[in-house]
């Protein structure tokens, strides 16, 4: 990876004091025999049938038990972890019309920072790297915070989007801490902001085919706009602490070729067009240039989508905070849906997601994600929970990973469909249960979804081995108990389309288990 944990230990320590509230605070993980793997344990809950698919989400905060992605299903077993690092927005996409894995990569800057610099990586079925995409500071003259050495930071983009388009294009964001006048807002004369990015790149090249830039428009979205929301106290003196005032946070493509994107600070979605200019605003409490009906409002908001775009009849859904560390505790976080009609300029509110019973104020982050069946998820960002609700917006699972809010958050999290097919064999690990006389068999294949069954092979010499069980799998580790003392083991992953990467190495047998 390009950053090492100690790295980002190290950030954290600098920029983020542990809450008092929050010592001791723990949340228990799963360990096996046959992996190193240590996904979280999730307390589940169901009220109703759920979708089919796995759960995609990420694992970071301070209390963390390790920075990893997962893939995990609904009955709280491991299909995939991915080794130690800083990441963001895992989730399947499709690419030349073949399933991969998309995520972020690099080092995120908690608040009041709340990004960060690295890569978007595209991995493969097989979890092998097909894309490294990145923009440097060469390329783009971006700056960051005098704190960081540039001269670790192999690339500047950042955490908050990564979405592969129809035209097999990717979206990302960048933020560029850069000099500006902000004595029109009270602020310094000589004063830093960071500014907000977007670029839409070839995948495989990463060469620019569009870029906007917050501060190239500061006259249709003036800086004052967002004062009310988020002030700017002792923001913006200096380098270290720039005045973070737009805040985007999702980036989506209109079949036009215009784009929808979202500024957490002004509570507010905006309609890029293809030469830069601003066609619309939405805001979440005034309308902006649209007028909202009576049940509508929304703030600090992220994850704004483009679900369906009929020309001037567009409905977007957004991952509505309604939180942030300006103010909370008010208003419970919630997914909503929303048509704008771009000619009468109403938006109105079609459905919201909220649970009553279980009242959520999320302060940053979250996702909400339309199901083919019509369901939604919704992953609540720095409230560790991922909940699926019927169309009806009665809540069907909820799956928690963490404590309270802050401490262990996942940045977006999905309920996905996905066929593992890795390319590393499965893992085993045997030992004697002497007081029994038997042989016990541990046997996982991590990343792998399609096989059903397992084919135990025992003997005293690798050339002696002989089938000595068939077992059915479990979950992602089973355990077999064969009688015996046997020295030698091998396991063979059985499924119609397990290839010859199914078969273990052949492991002595522990003395002890």
Known sequence: MYFSLCFIYF????????????????????????????????????????????????????????????????????????????????????????????????????????????????????????????????????????????????????????????????LVTAYNVTRYNLSSVGGSEDGWVTDCLFYELDVKTNEILFKWSALDHVDQIPISNVLQFYPISDFG??????????????????????????????????????????????????????????????????????????????????????????????????????????????????????????????????NVQLLDNGNVIMGYGSTPKIREYGPDGSVRMTAQFGPGDGLIFSYRAYRQPWVGRPNAPPSVFACNDKANNNTRVYMSWLGATEHNSWKIFAGSSNSSLILAAEVERTGFETMASIPGQLPLIQVEAQGPSVTTTGVSSVVISQNVC
């Open 237 to 366: 003196k200096n380098q270290s602490i720039p005045y973070g005032y737009f805040h985007i946070n999702s980036v989506d493509k209109f079949e036009d070729g215009s784009y929808l994107i979202s500024s957490r600070y002004y509570c507010s979605i905006f309609k890029i067009s293809r030469n830069g200019t601003v066609e619309w605003t939405l805001q979440g409490r005034t309308g902006g240039d649209f007028q909202l009906d009576s049940h509508l409002s929304f703030c600090y908001q992220h994850d704004a989508r483009i679900r369906h775009d009929f020309g001037n009849i567009v409905q977007i859904s957004i991952f509505d905070n309604d939180n942030s560390e300006v103010v909370s505790g008010i208003n419970q976080t919630k997914g909503i849906f929303i048509t704008l009609n771009t000619e009468t300029m109403k938006a109105t509110l079609d459905q919201e997601y909220i649970d009553p019973q279980d009242p959520i104020f999320a302060l940053s982050q979250g």
């Open 11 to 170: 950030l954290i320590s600098i920029f983020q004091a542990l809450p008092a509230s929050a010592e001791n605070a723990t949340w228990p993980w799963q360990t096996y025999r046959s992996s190193s793997a240590e996904p979280p344990l999730l307390n589940i809950t169901k009220q109703g049938p759920t979708s089919p698919g796995y759960l995609f989400f990420d694992q970071n905060g301070q209390y963390a038990h390790n920075y990893s992605l997962f893939i995990m299903s609904d009955d709280n077993e491991l299909v995939w972890q991915s080794g130690i690092g800083d990441y963001s927005a895992f989730r399947t996409q499709k690419f030349e019309g073949k399933s991969v894995l998309t995520f972020f990569n690099g080092i995120s800057l908690p608040e009041p920072y709340g990004w960060g610099h690295g890569i978007i990586q595209i991995l493969d079925d097989s979890y092998a790297s097909l894309y490294n995409i990145s923009l440097t500071a060469e390329e783009e003259h971006f700056v960051t915070i005098s704190e960081l050495d540039p001269k670790q930071l192999i690339s500047y983009l950042d955490m908050h989007e990564s979405k592969i388009t129809a035209q097999d294009t990717i």
